[in-house]
């Protein structure tokens, strides 16, 4: 089942089960990923966003509700912070199983191999390998400096 069905499956249930929150959450996943598919037909692709680009919309509402969360915690607002925690919850049920520290490693040792990658320069090429296998599955943000470490 692609993670569109997956998608539409969980809003029906969400809405029969009348559960706000869940039904919400699945809501705002889908106006993001409607409205990266209009982007998408304006650039003349009329089959919509793929599902790498769909697991990319879907980790950054992760990223998203996260700051959200700590920015709220900051503020005192834990009712916040709690709601955007649970709206993370949510969207991770679609994200593919997040990688072990050890198998991060491993990930950025063999995009190192497969891009031939020789120094700090060939940053880039290290991280377009990493996104093309891993999309979803790794936080980018964290991973760029692993892949620094590594090529230093």
């Known amino acids: 089942m692609s993670l569109r069905d997956r998608l539409s499956v969980s809003l029906k249930e969400a809405m029969k089960a009348k559960?706000?929150?869940?039904?919400?959450?699945?809501r705002l996943i889908n106006a993001a990923i409607k409205d990266r598919d209009i982007d998408a037909r304006s650039e003349g692709t009329d089959a919509g966003v793929s599902d790498?680009?769909?697991?990319?919309?879907?980790?950054?509402?992760?990223k998203q509700r996260?700051?959200?969360?700590?920015a709220y915690e900051e503020?005192?607002?834990?009712?916040l912070a709690e709601k955007e925690r649970a709206e993370i919850v949510i969207v991770e049920e679609f994200l593919p199983r997040q990688l072990s520290?050890?198998?991060v490693e491993q990930a950025i040792s063999d995009a190192i191999t497969?891009?031939?990658?020789?120094?700090?320069?060939?940053?880039?090429k290290v991280m377009g390998v990493l996104k093309a296998k891993y999309t979803g599955?790794?936080?980018?943000?964290?991973?760029?400096?692993?892949?620094k470490a590594q090529l230093s």
Do not use: C
């Open 19 to 26: 559960d706000a929150t869940r039904l919400m959450t699945l």
């Open 52 to 62: 790498s680009d769909l697991l990319a919309i879907l980790s950054k509402m992760v």
């Open 75 to 79: 503020g005192g607002r834990l009712e």
């Open 137 to 147: 599955q790794l936080d980018f943000g964290k991973v760029g400096g692993m892949v």
């Open 101 to 103: 520290a050890q198998e």
């Open 114 to 124: 497969a891009s031939g990658a020789h120094s700090i320069r060939d940053m880039g």
């Open 66 to 70: 996260q700051e959200s969360a700590r």
